[in-house]
């Protein structure tokens, strides 16, 4: 017992001062791509023959777009640009309410709008969530499991992921769904008591991810499931935890405005990216 | 058995077409002999040819030699099984069968590995007295999918059946259509948790067959990956198995640990799995010295933490009350099922590829094996903490004294018609990646082989005879790779 508490005590606070707080990065995190389409020079390629998603569009011209649903935070795109029409921030608010809202023109903060007021009033202050695998590479599950930690501690909010659906106020999806798991899926959103939020989770969930194409998977979770609407996406591969916490908070109206506090880690100097 | 069994070197690239041919019944004989001499099975992998006939190629692997073994045979409709003198070779069999339909004829228990799920019959036993305990594809925790049957009397249980294949996302398919610009993203996807270490196999298999190798920077830089991925998925997983027996201050102690972990690959190469770092020739990401000497320093004092946190697990009565002589897997079972990792060396098996078949930077920096005889949770929990502080050593000597130099060479094309055969040593055991291009040097054939593919058996086995609600610690005390078994 006296252990415990002396290594209690030596590991001291470990839960991040976000949302009060900042959040801390490397220099190296990759967050929300800028994209500056003005500087795109007509004819140049050189982002969509390296990108290993097809995430952007309309390069070499002023319709570059670049789809935060597909990408896989990788980088290649910033290191090839001439112009550098692409650039990765450390804005790591990512999560957005519908699919087409994922893809970006611009250099804009993608803040998550919240849920009416109804919903709020069901979920704000508490919110099960029922976390279903659907050919996650468990990348995503990892952060997810993370954000339960003593770190980022979503339980402070009010937020658990819970065993049963029948406990469940939502589903969250990760991976490109498996044709293996599309009725297990389904079982398990059919078994969650409405009214229920549907969630995606990692580039997979939002579009195939990695795997796009593959002929044994859908290509993530739009349509996955009849009639039913995603209510919340969450991009990354997988999101940072922090990206989830603000898409879950924005979501519940708990987290509102355009105030980012990002601070660095002081391991890589600032600049050497 | 020289001109029978092909001779190579992790890594090292060789004439596609010297891949000994064997007849069906010679390719059986020396099959046999060299598993019953002691060889693993590292891969063994069909490929169609034409008018319906499947080329079977073997790797075997020689632990004592550090050389590798290739043979191959080519079989029509069906071949002679060797599953119940070479257990480690039943599912390697299973999946010829449902993906060449090539019938392993005399297999006890050929059903589909990847394609069956529940909806194939599971192994069932009868009488009045026995129940049977389904669990899954679903489970109650943030975790990947796959279906558990147990075959029960009260606690007790007689027989643990694991159906998978849920997670199958056609992965190695995808990777056996390149090299192309997703073949970095597909092999760090195999399995999420191990990116660097399918991302290194994958990138010293192209750098084999396109004849370079990564400058020593490169290397020693892939070394820090490497052990970094190690050291923290044996630290999340103490933890796990802290919170399994209702120990919550390792639980949450390791939990937060891990994360240091995590953010020194972040520091690395921007993304907490470090995803994005290991590329064909290097990486992609190169460590000032002043920052690596910072990244050590913090790494040095987490690691005081995790031998204060581990240490509470371990001088814990109630903890060793769960784990001594839970789960037990005989050392006789772990080898002839052909396990690796750290369960198999938990049962006291010496398999470490980055001792047996070293490369850079473990030919000039060895590793320790650490074996424990006990094949327990205890054991399991043990050799975690033992590797992950041998770990904790060498990413420091490497850190405090990067070699000098580029962290990253140009790779070529790949050679044409060549074959390799690529090993590392992931968290959780061999990754093996069997590559061979066509005559335009693209992919050929693409073969992955996770560690947990060795292994998930050896869960079913450590489970019987013991009590159904020590299965959740069990499990957690192999944590495989679904995703990496269903590729």
């Known amino acids: 017992m006296k252990g415990i508490l002396r290594t209690r005590r030596a590991l001291g606070r470990q839960t991040i001062a976000y949302p009060e707080g900042p959040a801390r990065f490397p220099e190296r995190f990759r967050g929300r791509p800028a994209l500056a389409p003005e500087r795109c020079t007509g004819g140049c390629h050189a982002c969509t023959e390296v990108c290993p998603t097809e995430a952007i569009s309309g390069a070499g011209s002023p319709a570059l777009r670049l789809d935060t649903g597909a990408c896989l935070f990788c980088g290649l795109c910033e290191e090839a640009c001439p ?26 903060p993608q803040l998550a709008a919240a849920l009416d007021a109804r919903m709020r009033k069901l979920f704000g202050r508490s919110l099960k969530l029922r976390q279903v695998s659907a050919g996650g590479c468990n990348g995503c599950e990892a952060e997810l499991n993370a954000t339960g930690n003593v770190q980022f501690d979503l339980g402070r909010f009010g937020i658990q992921f819970v065993a049963s659906p029948r406990h469940a106020d939502g589903v969250v999806v990760t991976g490109p769904v498996t044709h293996a798991m599309r009725p297990a899926l389904i079982a398990t959103w ?19 991810g990695p795997v796009s194409g593959s002929p044994v998977c859908a290509n993530g979770l739009q349509g996955v499931i009849p009639g039913v609407a995603v209510d919340l996406w969450i991009p990354g591969c997988p999101p940072h935890p922090v990206t989830v916490l603000d898409g879950l908070l924005r979501l519940l109206g708990r987290l509102e405005g355009n105030d980012l506090r990002v601070e660095g880690t ?8 | 058995m020289p001109g029978r069994i092909l001779l190579l070197a992790n890594g090292q690239a060789t004439d596609a077409a010297a891949a000994p041919r064997l007849p069906s019944a010679d390719f059986q004989q020396v099959l046999a002999d060299a598993v019953t001499a002691g060889a693993r099975v590292s891969a063994f992998f069909g490929q169609a040819e034409a008018d319906g006939a499947v080329r079977i190629s073997a790797v075997l692997a020689n632990d004592r030699q550090g050389s590798l073994g290739l043979l191959s045979t080519v079989a029509r409709g069906s071949l002679p099984s060797l599953a119940a003198e ?60 796959g279906h558990f049957r147990f075959q029960c009397h009260g606690e007790h249980v007689f027989h643990l059946e694991i159906a998978l294949g849920y997670q199958h996302r056609g992965v190695a398919r995808l990777l056996a259509a390149g090299p192309d610009r997703r073949t970095a993203v597909l092999a760090e996807s195999i399995a999420g948790d191990t990116a660097v270490g399918h991302a290194l196999a994958s990138a010293r298999a192209q750098e084999g067959l396109a004849g370079v190798e990564a400058p020593p920077r490169g290397a020693v830089l892939r070394g820090v990956a490497l052990e970094l991925e190690r050291i923290a998925n044996h630290v999340g997983d103490l933890g796990a198995l802290a919170g399994d027996v209702g120990f919550l201050p390792t639980a949450s102690f390791c939990g937060a640990l891990r994360a240091d972990y995590l953010n020194a690959l972040a520091e690395l190469c921007g993304n907490r799995f470090g995803r994005g770092l290991v590329v064909p020739g290097g990486v992609r990401f190169d460590l000032p010295a002043d920052a690596a000497g910072r990244l050590a320093d913090r790494l040095a004092a987490t690691f005081e933490r995790v031998e204060a946190a581990a240490g509470l697990f371990f001088t814990s009565p109630s903890v060793r009350n769960r784990t001594d002589g839970t789960g037990v897997l005989t050392r006789q079972a772990a080898a002839t099922l052909g396990m690796v990792g750290p369960s198999a060396r938990a049962s006291g098996l010496r398999v470490d590829v980055r001792s047996t078949h070293p490369f850079a930077p473990y030919t000039t920096d060895s590793v320790p094996v650490v074996t424990s005889p006990a094949g327990d949770v205890y054991a399991r929990s043990w050799v975690r903490l033992e590797e992950a502080r041998n770990s904790a050593r060498l990413v420091d000597r490497w850190l405090r004294d990067l070699p000098p130099g580029p962290v990253r060479v140009a790779v070529p094309a790949l050679g044409p018609d060549r074959l390799v055969v690529s090993l590392v040593e992931g968290w959780r055991g061999e990754l093996c990646h069997t590559v061979t291009t066509g005559p335009g040097g693209r992919f050929a054939t693409y073969d992955v082989v996770d560690a947990s593919f060795h292994d998930w058996k050896g869960l079913e086995l450590a489970m019987r005879g013991g009590q159904i609600s020590d299965f959740p610690l069990c499990n957690k005390s192999f944590n495989l790779s679904y995703a990496g078994h269903d590729l």
């Open chain 1, 83 to 108: 112009e550098r029409a692409i650039t990765f921030t450390r804005d790591y608010r990512l999560a957005a309410r519908s699919r087409e809202a994922l893809s970006l023109a611009g250099d804009v």
């Open chain 1, 190 to 208: 059919e078994a969650t008591p409405a009214p229920k939020l549907l969630i995606a989770v990692g580039a997979c969930a939002c579009s195939g």
């Open chain 1, 266 to 273: 002081g391991v890589i100097s600032p600049g050497n990216r």
């Open chain 2, 86 to 145: 070479c257990p480690a070779l039943e599912r390697f069999e299973r999946v010829l069968l449902e993906e060449h339909g090539l019938v392993p004829a005399g297999h006890p228990w050929p059903r589909p590995v990847r394609l069956g799920g529940e909806a194939a019959p599971l192994f069932a036993m009868a009488g009045g007295e026995v129940h049977e305990v389904a669990v899954g594809p679903v489970h109650a925790g943030i975790i990947e999918p």
